[in-house]
């Protein structure tokens, strides 16, 4: 756990010595998804607030991942293995427009619209040099072509895949939600919501060929102290598995995510947050099954109803499943 022990710490350096106990109004996790190359076109359970959006009111979102997936199972590190079993490395954007609308008290719905991209990218300098100042694995980067795009392998009755020429941009798969908050405990207990949300097959280019996907989350917050508020959630999710493109996916996965947010100042929120999958893909050659990460995020209130959020992930414990490193900016209009 020293990596997740040194994350806290970042996020924790800018923060004021002597934080500000008067009851700063709670944020809640960012919406963060994985954007994993083969993570990054299916559906995913993001961190949320049970807290909905207030009756009558819209809240819009807009936001940017850029994040680098770099994970291999080969007999040697390098470009000359004897044997390849998978080599995923490249770089991912992901720009989406999110929009809510309060219907009553306790419910409200929403709908995301992505535009995703993928390329070999320019990360691979930056993370390594990060791997070195944090102390962390390097995965054998150095031994691989830098900057490269490949996603390409073997499947578990010895066919070859490969994703090499899929670069570029397009439409990812519309997603719509609806929120219910079942109990509100305002500020002094526990705040229960069911989150239903939708995967529409609207993918265009490279995002194309995914099947229609449903999901379902438990949402729970609760307030700690006057600054600090736990989140967490249990759900599932299920999804047309394809193939695609060579690569057929589990048709039903579980997910769950655990979130500490610290308010040292009233305008300030820092949120810790780790996020957990059960297995993605069903049939490359020994690729594993557990998905979990680490998003570190600081939301700022930059005007009366404007929000900044600006992020970053690490793996946790194993680069061969998640985004190995991802960057994060958001731009909030709320009620």
């Known amino acids: 756990m020293s990596r997740l022990a040194l994350l806290l710490a970042l996020a924790a350096a800018p923060a004021a010595a002597q934080p500000d106990l008067t009851a700063a109004p709670s944020r809640g996790p960012t ?84 535009v995703q991209g993928r ?34 392998g073997l499947t578990t009755d010895g066919t070859a895949f490969s994703w090499n020429d899929q670069t570029g941009f397009g439409l990812g798969d519309v997603e719509i939600d609806a929120r219910w908050r079942v109990r509100d405990g305002a500020r002094s207990s526990a705040s229960v919501a069911v989150v239903a949300r939708a995967s529409l097959p609207t993918g265009t280019g490279p995002f194309d060929g995914n099947g229609a996907g449903g999901g379902a989350q438990l ?63 069903e049939n490359i050659d020994g690729y594993p099954g557990l998905h979990w990460i680490v998003n570190v995020t600081g939301r700022l209130d930059i005007g009366r109803r404007t929000r900044l959020d600006l992020g970053f992930t690490e793996n946790l414990l194993s680069q061969l499943t998640t985004t190995d490193f991802a960057l994060y900016v958001g731009f909030g209009i709320r009620p």
């Open 219 to 281: 949402v729970l917050g609760a307030p700690l102290s006057p600054s600090f508020d736990l989140y967490a959630a249990a759900g599932l999710t299920a999804q047309d598995p394809g193939p695609v493109r060579g690569v057929l996916y589990e048709p039903a996965r579980a997910h769950g995510f655990l979130a500490l947010e610290w308010r040292p100042w009233q305008r300030l929120s820092l949120v810790a947050e780790t996020n957990a999958a059960s297995r993605l893909v």
């Open 119 to 152: 390329n070999g990218g320019t990360l691979d300098d930056f993370i390594d040099w990060w791997h070195r100042v944090a102390h962390l694995p390097d995965g054998d980067r150095p031994f691989f072509r830098q900057d490269a795009f490949r996603v390409e």
């Open 31 to 114: 919406e963060i998804r994985d954007a994993h190359l083969l993570a990054q076109p299916r559906l995913t359970l993001p961190a949320l607030s049970p807290h909905t959006t207030r009756r009558g009111a819209w809240d819009f979102q807009v936001s940017a991942l850029w994040a680098n997936s770099f994970s291999w199972e080969q007999d040697v590190a390098g470009e000359e293995p004897k044997t390849r079993r998978f080599l995923i490395d490249g770089e991912a954007l992901v720009l989406d427009a999110r929009l809510r609308r309060g219907l009553t008290h306790n419910l409200d719905v929403g709908v995301r619209v992505p």
